[in-house]
């Protein structure tokens, strides 16, 4: 099993930074990709970044493209989201999520954090 704890949400002003962590613990040799996802209310969950945990390979959504960065920190199994340049619309639950696709070639999030919340004021 892999678990997740997510931190770091908070109220901050349009324009403004954030940085989200997420602390992987159990069996992290199962991981292919970790990736952050957000859910605001009466939306779908959507997919925000991800990376490889071994290559660390970056993919991102285009919404936020050029503003959040996701980083990884393998010896301290932890992720990052440094979000920069927030707007209103970047108001969601955040959530880390454990990607275990292995041999196969199609994403699987197996495991999900708590979440945290992000609330960007106008």
């Known amino acids: 099993q892999v678990q997740l704890v997510e931190s770091g949400g908070r109220l901050v002003q349009a324009g403004g930074s954030l940085r989200l962590s997420c602390a992987v613990s159990?069996?992290?040799?199962?991981?292919?990709?970790m990736g952050w996802f957000r859910q605001a209310p009466g939306k779908e969950r959507e997919f925000v970044a991800a990376?490889?945990?071994?290559?660390?390979?970056?993919d991102y959504a285009d919404s936020v493209k050029g503003r959040f960065t996701i980083s990884r920190d393998n010896a301290k199994n932890t992720v990052n989201l440094q979000m920069n340049s927030l707007k209103p619309d970047d108001t969601a639950v955040y959530y880390c999520g454990a990607d275990t696709r292995g041999s196969s070639n199609i994403r699987q999030y197996s495991y999900w954090g708590q979440g945290t919340q992000v609330t960007v004021s106008s």
């Open positions: 990376i490889t945990w071994s290559g660390g390979i970056t």
């Open positions: 159990g069996r992290t040799f199962s991981i292919y990709a």
